[in-house]
């Protein structure tokens, strides 16, 4: 496939496929190296990371194992960058490829409707509806992809528009085939490349937001996640900066590999074929 | 003109209507209402107690006339009492407002300067290692959570080495005065605005640099070159210049963002703003205050979008015309 | 001596292939030497090489000489080759849509050229630029000095660009393909102009082109170009009068004698349209792009629709298959007007008639093998998934493609075979009428030709109606039974297309006429000789 | 001493107004405890001290209770201060301080006679009465602006707070600090000492400690420290730091546990919970060790507290048994962190589920903001729920309102959250209140203990016990039982 090609053949994109590899794998093996799940307090605290090597990150305040709480972490923020970009990724297409392919009033009304939801400033719009029903995995993803959503929708409506013009879709339509078929078999498959970089950057707004509502004290309070780990060290970050240091550097890492890899997918698209429409 | 003025004002109207309408019915179909919170606060749960607070905060009459009255109110400058410190909102909002607005726009200058200027850097010397060391820069802040570099930043500046204060706006019993007071209230604000410029400075960056390439590979430049043009004069007039579009929107709807982003930042600093004001206010429960700094937020990027929308005809000769 | 000359150039890209591949020529003082050849064969590159301006850092001339006034301009520092630029040596390119600033004044932009020079002319540089606006024939020069390039319309454009071109009296215009983009009147104008500027000023011009007719009309020596080498060169009446190399002969040769056609006479028509009005809302207001359009298509007949830019051709063509919907006026087809007809009815009958587009690559999806393509029409049409792939292997066979192509994707085809399964796919709905809406003016001139040698034999074994929208006048004549002339969205004149470009000639049809260029060695108008006599 | 100087307090969070008793949050006392005064004062001991009151006295049946009062203070705004006030101060808070108004059915009447004299009279006796008119209870506020029918709450004068207290309100900057100055006629002679008394605001613990370590506040308590800090910052150079001035208040963590509901319904089970608990984990780690073990309902720094009561020391095998034995289904259980009064709490959520899980038990945590936390426990719609409550120096007045079936039903979130009915401890509750006789107030106390020990109502976790960390050069900060809440008049800074 032409964009592993693209990722492969950097050297930064086969330093992000390892990264993500090692945070997937650490947040898929999770349950199976820590059966207990994260919480169990399992020496003394606040261990220094690399001294005791049955918990080579050390400890926490209470003297759980940062090992097991950065890769349950890494499962609870990974998990909810890809679910809550697929969730608002579905949304915005549907919005955004509804209101392209049929324009019209249809398409003025639902641009309306998200440019309303732009104009609402998202950071305080996540908080606003987490506060309201009481935060957890399903909270904090609605809250995510409600604000993330409008992007896609107006990407995704933009690219169905200019295909809709495009020829190949006008000679599909004159051809007899149903307007359901054509913007699913002709237009959809056509508008996807420039919305998987989208999603690719949408994933990493993910980690970071979720990161930030934990870190606030919004997120789920029965699991790990790094946004977590940095708001429940923060209280440590004078005696113990590494508590802090570690999941903050996770999220970094994690978000960089997902950006190069974006940016990969977007360099391996065909600029020729991409550009042309967009005059 | 003044036709397109006015109708592009009317809608942003009808937007913020529907804004606060749809706030106001999200927030009241959250369980629990103040009055319950305030007899939970000073510790009185008599229900005849709680009904009469309902009853003196309007709170027991149908949902959709209280809709009423807010709009209304709001309309005229209105936006209701805190439940909380029993004072009309909008006071709270204007004496926060200001703190807000210096950070976020000292945040927002920042990132647009620098990143202005690390993106044209990075798009000049594309390819060199200037390009990537910028390019790995603006990656690296992108990715980052703010909030975390905030607190780093904090034990490093302010613990270890003492250099910036923690938090606040002012040296507090200092009685500072005139420009003494300006610069203190500078001092406080180096490390919350360059946190809260991190994420944006890293954005432009990105984007001044695509979109700088982008229009460095246009006919127009090439004809630039082919006049003769020194090649520093194409990169700022030419292509700087167009590239100022993409920027332009990006930096409009980034400047209302900035807003509500500084709730992280003015918790993590103590920095008397709205977003604070939010964030209690939401954990408190204290309704009119949240609906209010919702609704002054949104004000804010809409006021920042029509004024993009100006520059626009502005940067954009054709936009101008229609 | 030369103001230009080129020895041996070859330029490569990634240091691997070669794009240009040797090439030697040379450009005179006060003549014009014309760069022809078909898309990609390299005439561009070695423009660009000359400006120094080559598109990537990883295409360099890798080998010989190009001297300017006898100085080798190859590996010249960077500083001296911008004073020559603009001053000496200036250039104009083919889109003047996209070689101005969109968001800069003309007045500034042109500005540049004398503050990068710092040249101050003197009479003051508001005057100079006034005069030179003069010379390119601009109406109204001060307004024009003091508008945004969208203000202004392509050929305007093209005509600030030329006078930027010639502020400093350069020494060597290049002129890459200035007048592609262009309609054939305004292009015309442009020709003319560039003659007169280099007859008063003395320039030596390079004019790139691939149309043999603008190398009939301006060149003095021509230099045939082909996948970078160069083929044939020399002047212009020597290479027109005989032509040594084969495939020089194919570019004159594809150019059609005049021969327009007597029509078909009076018969019932099998589309009828009638006060077909059509209005599109755009910032600046109404556009009226069909305005009280009556056209009637005869069974089995090849209709031209022939019209500069802009004057309703394309939107025609789209009101009567359904893709704009006509805000006024009935269409008929086959006697069954779909105007009144249900949505669905309407789709149904409008099926009978498809169309070709213009850009081949853009009218098939890039994501789709050839064969899907044709199969997801042949399905929408009623055939089955068994019988389907047969049926589609049938048509490829009819648009002469091997049936190989099946599985491949657009994008490894070349652009005549794309038309081929673009036409392959039109005809899997089994229409009536085929709409070849420009489908030929993306094509290099030789593959036009096998095109229209296509759609002649399609005709014949389908019984097809051809609807052929053109702007070339030379083909509409050539092969078009019955011709229509329209003009910012009104029919001026209709009829047998002798009638119409020999008889009583209508004002605009005159002028389109005048247009065409080359009419000195490829003639045209009543009693027009083939060309291949002419060149005798 | 010295006079002069200016004192930087922490404060968090923001309370919503300086005006006595519109907020019941420990910050707001903090605040108006410096503008307002009450009757009386507690030393470490929980002696009561005279403060707006001369001298008082109980008769002997324990139904009159009369006080005297100072007749030389001025309130802010120059009235004078007399017997008026108090009465006026009473009928305020009997409606508008729910805890005052939970007394307010055992007092018939309260009556000025003359000036400076105030007649308590009661219907049952009320040996606890002086406590029950603490400031945070009963705060004196002037006749001549709230003597009149408008609601408290909405007094337009409530903007400048006036009050008989050392320090006078002069500049609040809202999210940012509140500026006292000192009250040049305080009724002490010569007291205050200082001149300006700054409230910092800084919402964020961390920014709090670093505030402190770069001199930026002179006077912060544990309760809003991370705990991690307060050793650290009690030991810098220029640190002192005290554990004293919680007496009054004996913070008293604890789980409500809803007895009404199955599996809590079962005394096992409860018991099983108690159980689960590593208090010495909970002490060390989880609190830094600023927590002493509890033994029942009673704090220890409590009057009539007894040592001997059940403490429930952590065993996991007896907690297992336990649940074994009790009518426990391993349906999931989830406890609600009030994770809002400070980070500790989540991480004690935290450990608590853990420990649960330990003993088979399932659980969760159910995070919430304030308001539907506390709506919650109004409601009595919850399994666990984390909570401290003051205790008020005597049990009559901080301890049986916890426990008794009077209160157990919707409608507060402070009272018997727990559900908690057992006859015999109303009983003996009810007897211990109202005896005059002290000996044999503490027999009936030490019963009522032991009854509810055993009964396990709730989940009891710790004492806290908060340090002040002050910079050294300040002096006589924490002189009695109320600690950060009492008036400052004294403190005073050195050069
Ligand atoms: N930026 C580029 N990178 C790599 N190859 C290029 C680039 N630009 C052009 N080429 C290749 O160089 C060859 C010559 O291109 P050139 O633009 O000179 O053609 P041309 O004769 O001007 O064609 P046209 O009539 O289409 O303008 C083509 O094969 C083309 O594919
Ligand atoms: N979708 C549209 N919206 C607004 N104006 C349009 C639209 N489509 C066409 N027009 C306008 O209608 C007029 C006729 O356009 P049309 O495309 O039919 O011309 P044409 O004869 O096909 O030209 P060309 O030879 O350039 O293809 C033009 O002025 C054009 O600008
Ligand atoms: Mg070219
Ligand atoms: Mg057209």
Redesign the pocket.
């Known amino acids: 496939m032409p964009i592993w090609k693209s990722i492969l053949t950097r050297p930064d994109g086969i330093l992000a496929v390892l990264l993500l590899v090692i945070a997937g794998v650490a947040a898929l093996l999770a349950p199976a190296l820590f059966p207990d799940g994260p919480w169990r307090m399992a020496a003394r605290p606040f261990q220094l990371p690399l001294q005791d090597m049955r918990h080579p990150l050390g400890t926490d305040a209470l003297g759980r194992d940062m090992a097991a709480m950065m890769m349950y972490g890494a499962r609870t923020s990974l998990g909810i960058g890809l679910v809550s970009t697929a969730v608002s990724v579905l949304l915005g297409l549907t919005v955004g490829g509804i209101a392209g392919f049929l324009g019209g009033r249809v398409d003025s009304f639902l641009m309306r409707a998200t440019e309303m939801f732009q104009t609402v400033p998202n950071f305080a719009l996540a908080l606003l509806l987490i506060a309201v029903y009481s935060p957890s995995i399903t909270s904090v993803v609605v809250a995510i992809s409600v604000v993330s959503w409008p992007p896609v929708a107006r990407l995704a409506r933009a690219e169905f528009l200019s295909l809709r013009r495009r020829e190949f879709v006008q000679a599909a339509l004159l051809s007899g085939q149903t307007r359901f078929r054509v913007a699913f078999s002709q237009v959809l498959p056509n508008a996807l490349s420039p919305l998987i970089v989208m999603a690719a950057l949408m994933v990493s707004m993910s980690i970071l937001f979720e990161s930030a509502l934990s870190f606030l004290g919004l997120g789920d309070p029965n699991v790990v996640s790094w946004g977590y780990l940095i708001g429940a060290a923060r209280a440590v970050i004078s005696q113990s900066w590494w508590l802090t240091f570690m999941p903050g550097l996770a999220i970094m890492l994690t978000v960089v590999s997902i950006s190069i890899i974006g940016d990969a997918i977007s360099d391996s698209q065909d600029p020729f074929f991409d550009r042309r429409e967009s005059v | 003109m003044a036709r397109t003025i006015l109708s592009e004002t009317l809608k942003r109207i009808i937007v913020l209507v529907l804004v606060i309408t749809a706030t106001f019915l999200l927030v009241r179909s959250a369980p629990g209402d103040p009055a319950e919170f305030i007899a939970g606060e000073s510790a009185s749960g008599d229900p005849a107690f709680i009904e009469a607070l309902r009853a003196r905060m309007g709170l027991d009459k149908p949902l959709i006339v209280q809709l009423g009255i807010y709009l209304g109110d709001v309309a005229v400058l209105d936006l209701g009492m805190s439940y909380r410190e029993g004072r009309p909102v909008l006071d709270m909002i204007l004496e926060r407002l200001p703190n807000t607005l210096i950070l976020a726009g000292t945040a927002f200058v920042m990132a647009l300067v620098m990143g202005t200027a690390a993106g044209f850097t990075a798009a000049v010397f594309r390819g060199t290692w200037i390009d990537r060391v910028i390019s790995l820069g603006s990656v690296l802040f992108f990715a980052s959570p703010y909030y975390w570099v905030a607190l780093l930043a904090i034990i490093l500046f302010s613990a270890k080495l003492g250099w910036l204060p923690s938090g606040g706006t002012q040296t507090i019993g200092a009685g500072y005065e005139g420009a003494r007071a300006v610069l203190d209230y500078i001092h406080h604000l180096i490390m919350p605005a360059t946190a809260s410029a991190l994420f944006t400075m890293a954005i432009y960056a990105r984007l001044v640099r695509a979109s700088m390439t982008d229009v460095a590979n246009t006919l127009f430049v090439k004809a630039a070159h082919a006049k003769g043009m020194v090649p520093g004069r194409v990169w700022f007039r030419h292509v700087l210049r167009t590239s100022l579009l993409p920027i332009t929107t990006m930096a409009g709807v980034q400047a209302g963002q900035l807003v509500a982003g500084t709730i992280l930042t003015e918790t993590v600093f103590a920095w008397p703003g709205i977003g604070r004001l939010m964030y209690d206010s939401l954990v408190a429960r204290d309704y009119n205050v949240v609906i209010g700094v919702f609704i002054v937020t949104s004000l804010i990027v809409i006021l920042a979008n029509l004024v993009v929308d100006l520059l626009y005809r502005f940067v954009d000769p054709r936009t101008r015309a229609a | 001596m030369s103001v230009l000359d080129i020895t041996d150039l070859r330029v490569t890209f990634a240091g691997l292939q070669d794009i240009v591949k040797g090439v030697s020529f040379a450009v005179e003082a006060g003549q014009t030497t014309c760069l022809v050849g078909e898309s990609g064969s390299g005439k561009s590159m070695i423009a660009n090489s000359v400006m120094d301006l080559l598109p990537s850092s990883k295409i360099r001339v890798s080998g010989g000489d190009i001297r300017f006034d006898g100085r080798s301009l190859v590996g010249l520092p960077v500083a001296d080759m911008r004073a020559l630029r603009g001053a000496a040596i200036s250039m104009i390119f083919q889109d003047p849509m996209s070689a101005l600033n969109p968001v800069r004044g003309i007045r500034t932009q042109f500005d540049e050229v004398f503050s990068s020079h710092g040249i101050e002319p003197h009479q003051g540089r508001r005057a100079r630029m006034l005069e030179l606006f003069e010379l390119a024939r601009l109406p109204d020069p001060p307004r024009i000095l003091d508008s945004y390039p969208f203000e202004l319309s392509g050929g305007q454009r093209q005509r600030v660009m030329i006078s930027m071109a010639m502020a400093l009296n350069p020494k060597l215009l290049i002129a890459d393909e200035p007048t592609t983009a262009l309609d054939v009147t305004t292009q015309a104008q442009i020709l003319r102009l560039i003659r007169e500027l280099q007859r008063d000023f003395g320039t030596a011009v390079l004019f790139i082109t691939h149309d043999f007719g603008v190398v009939a009309q301006i060149a003095d020596d021509v230099v045939v170009l082909r996948h970078g080498e160069v083929v044939e060169q020399g002047s212009a009446e020597t290479l027109l009068r005989g032509a040594t190399h084969d495939y020089t002969n194919e570019l004159i040769a594809a150019i059609p004698d005049w021969a327009p056609r007597p029509g078909t006479g009076a018969q019932t028509p099998f589309i009828d349209t009638s006060g077909v009005v059509k209005s599109?809302e755009?910032k600046g207001g109404p556009?009226k792009?069909l305005d009280d359009v009556s056209i009637s298509v005869k069974p089995g007949e090849t209709l031209g629709i022939v019209?500069e830019?802009?004057?309703?051709?394309?939107?025609?063509a789209k009101c009567l298959v359904g893709l704009e919907e006509a805000n006024a006026g009935k269409i008929a087809v086959a006697g069954t007007e779909i105007t009144a007809l249900s949505p669905a009815r309407r789709r149904a009958e409008r099926r009978l008639m498809q169309v070709v587009f213009q850009d081949p690559s853009a009218a098939l999806n890039p994501r789709h093998t050839i064969g899907r393509t044709i199969t997801d029409v042949l399905r929408a049409n009623g055939h089955g998934r068994a019988t389907a792939r047969d049926a589609a292997l049938a048509l490829l066979d009819d648009v002469r493609l091997n049936r190989q192509f099946f599985d491949r994707f657009p994008h490894e085809l070349s652009g005549g075979q794309r038309q081929r399964v673009c036409i392959a796919r039109a005809l899997a709905a089994d229409p009536k009428v085929l709409i070849a809406d420009?489908a030929l003016s993306a094509l290099d001139v030789s593959v036009q030709r096998q095109m229209l040698a296509l759609f002649d034999d399609l005709k014949t074994r389908r019984n097809l109606t051809i609807l052929f929208i053109t702007?070339d006048l030379r083909v509409a004549a050539e092969i078009c039974d019955d011709l229509v002339v329209?003009q910012s969205?009104r029919v001026v004149a209709s009829g047998a297309p002798a009638e119409i470009l020999e008889g009583e000639m209508h004002p605009y049809v005159r002028e389109l006429m005048d247009a065409i260029p080359g009419q000195d060695w490829f003639p045209v108008g009543a009693g027009a000789v083939p060309h291949s006599e002419v060149r005798r | 001493q010295e006079r002069g100087g200016t004192l930087k307090v922490a404060l968090n969070p923001e309370p919503p107004s300086a005006v006595a008793g519109i907020s019941g949050t420990g910050a707001a006392q903090i605040l108006y405890s410096k503008i307002y005064e009450g009757l009386f004062s507690y030393d470490f001991d929980l002696t009561p001290r005279g403060v707006l009151a001369e001298s008082w006295e109980m008769s002997d049946d324990g139904l009159r209770f009369t006080v005297k009062l100072k007749d030389n203070v001025r309130w802010h705004d120059g009235e004078a201060f007399d017997s008026d006030d108090v009465v006026t101060s009473y009928n305020v808070f009997a409606k508008e301080s729910p805890n005052l108004a939970a007394l307010a059915p055992k007092i018939a009447s309260v009556t000025a006679n003359g000036p400076y004299e105030v007649v308590f009279d009661l219907n049952t006796p009320v040996p606890a009465l002086v406590y029950g008119l603490a400031l945070g209870w009963l705060a004196i506020i002037p006749d001549h602006i709230y003597g009149g029918d408008a609601p408290y709450r909405d007094n337009p004068a409530n903007d400048t707070p006036v009050g008989t207290g050392p320090f006078k309100l002069v500049e609040w900057e809202k999210g940012n600090f509140i500026k006292l100055v000192r009250n040049d006629d305080y009724h002490v002679e010569g007291q205050p000492y200082i001149d300006d008394l700054y409230f910092v605001i800084i919402p964020d613990s961390q920014g709090r400690a670093v505030a402190y370590e770069q001199g930026s506040i002179d006077v912060v308590s544990a309760s809003i420290l991370e705990l991690y800090d307060v050793e650290r910052l009690a030991a810098l150079d220029d640190s002192q730091s005290t554990s004293q001035g919680w007496e009054l208040f004996s913070p008293h963590a604890f789980v409500w546990v809803n007895n009404e509901k199955p599996p809590f319904d079962d005394r096992n089970f409860r018991q099983a919970l108690n159980y689960a608990m590593d208090k010495e984990f909970i002490r060390d780690v989880v609190f830094s060790g600023m927590a002493r073990p509890t033994h029942g309902a009673v704090g220890s720094r409590t009057r009539f507290f007894d040592p001997e009561t059940e403490g429930y020391a952590f065993d996991r095998d007896k907690a297992r048994e336990l649940v074994e034995v009790s009518s426990y289904d391993g349906r999931e259980i989830t406890l609600m962190p009030a994770s809002f009064l400070g980070s500790s709490w989540g991480r004690l959520a935290e450990y608590q589920v853990q420990a649960l899980k330990d003993v088979g038990i399932n659980a969760s945590l159910d995070s919430m903001d304030v308001g539907t936390f506390l709506k919650k426990l109004s409601e009595r719609d919850y399994d666990l729920a984390q909570m401290y409550l003051y205790q008020w120096g005597d049990p009559g007045i901080g301890v049986s309102r916890s426990f008794v079936s009077a209160t157990a039903k919707p409608g507060s979130p402070w009272n018997n959250v727990a559900m908690y009915q057992d006859a015999e401890t109303d009983a003996l509750l009810a007897a211990a209140d109202a005896e005059t006789d002290p000996d044999k107030r503490a027999g009936l106390y030490s019963q009522a203990q032991h009854r509810i020990a055993g009964d396990a109502p709730v989940i009891w976790i710790a004492e806290l016990d908060f340090p002040t960390i002050y910079k050294a050069r300040v002096h006589d900060l924490i002189t009695d039982a109320a600690g950060l809440s009492s008036n400052f008049a004294g403190v005073w800074i050195e050069k």
């Open positions: 599109f755009t556009v792009a019209g830019s802009g004057s309703g051709k394309s939107t025609f420009e702007h329209m969205g």
